[in-house]
C-alpha cells in the first residue's frame, strides 16, 4: 500500500537551511505536498510540488522532487525561530476524492 | 477565507461513553475527511466523505462511524470510547474535481483524552 517516511525530528541553529527529507512509495502520484502545523494548530499548506517537477523554489522555501527514488525534500533557507513546527510530508492519491497519505511529521527545533 | 471550525478543543470522556465531534466548514466543499493524529504516526485517515450522506472508509475506521446529513458538517462519532483513542483529530475539508493542487483545508483539531 501507500507509504510515505519521514524523519522524527531536526534541530538547527537560527540562520541556518534546514532540510526536511521524505519518501513516498505511489509513483502515479500527482501532487506531492508540504504542510506546516504550528503548536496547538490544524496543518496549514506551506508548498506543493507536481509530479513532472524537479524543483519549486518559493522565498525561502526549495522543494526537490527525485521522482526515481521516489525522494523529496523540503530546504528552508536563513530558518527562523518562527520555523519551529511540525512539517509533513504528504502524497496525492486520489484526485477526485483528494485523499492524502501523510508522513509522521518531522518536528523541526530552531535554536536561537 | 476557507474556515473549518471544529467544535470542541478540547474534551475529556470517561471509557464507554459516546463521543461526538462536530466539524462545520463554510466554503460549500464536497469532500470532508476525519484524520487522527499521533505523535510518530502522522495523520492517519479515518473516514471521508464525497457527497451529503456518503461515506468511506479509510485506514482505520475501526471504533468509529460519521454522519454527514448536511455539506457543510461532517460528525465523528465514537460508539464506545476506548483509552486507545485518545488522540488529537482532525478534519479537512477540499472541493471536489477543482484543477489545481487538491490542497486540504484544516480545522484546529480536538484533543480527546479517554479515561
Known amino acids: 500500500g501507500e507509504d510515505v517516511e519521514q524523519s522524527l525530528f531536526l534541530s538547527v541553529r537560527e540562520g541556518d537551511s534546514s532540510v526536511i527529507n521524505c519518501t513516498y512509495t505511489?509513483?502515479?502520484?500527482?501532487?506531492l505536498y508540504w504542510y506546516k502545523q504550528e503548536p496547538g494548530a490544524g496543518l496549514q499548506l506551506l508548498t506543493y510540488?507536481?509530479?513532472?517537477?524537479d524543483m519549486k523554489q518559493d522565498q525561502r522555501l526549495t522543494v526537490l522532487l527525485n521522482k526515481k527514488d521516489k525522494h523529496l525534500s523540503l530546504r528552508i533557507a536563513d530558518t527562523q525561530t518562527g520555523d519551529s513546527a511540525i512539517y509533513f510530508c504528504?502524497?496525492?492519491?486520489?484526485?477526485?476524492?483528494?485523499?492524502?497519505?501523510f508522513g509522521q511529521g518531522t518536528t523541526l527545533q530552531v535554536k536561537p | 477565507d476557507v474556515k473549518v471550525t471544529q467544535s470542541s478543543r478540547y474534551l475529556v470522556k470517561r471509557t464507554g461513553e459516546k463521543v461526538f465531534l462536530e466539524c462545520v466548514q463554510d466554503m460549500d466543499h464536497e469532500n470532508m475527511f476525519w484524520y487522527r493524529q499521533d505523535p510518530g504516526l502522522g495523520l492517519r485517515l479515518i473516514y471521508f466523505s464525497y457527497d451529503v450522506k456518503m461515506k468511506e472508509k479509510g485506514d482505520i475506521p475501526e471504533g468509529y462511524s460519521v454522519s454527514r446529513e448536511k455539506k457543510e458538517r461532517f460528525s465523528l462519532i465514537l460508539e464506545s470510547a476506548s483509552t486507545n483513542q485518545t488522540s488529537m483529530y482532525l478534519c479537512?475539508?477540499?472541493?471536489?474535481?477543482?484543477?489545481?493542487?487538491?490542497?486540504?483545508?484544516f480545522g484546529e483539531g480536538s484533543r480527546l483524552t479517554v479515561l
Open positions: 510540488i507536481f509530479s513532472n517537477m
Open positions: 479537512a475539508s477540499r472541493p471536489r474535481g477543482v484543477p489545481g493542487t487538491g490542497e486540504l483545508f
Open positions: 505511489d509513483s502515479s502520484s500527482t501532487y
Open positions: 504528504a502524497e496525492s492519491i486520489s484526485s477526485n476524492t483528494g485523499k492524502l497519505i
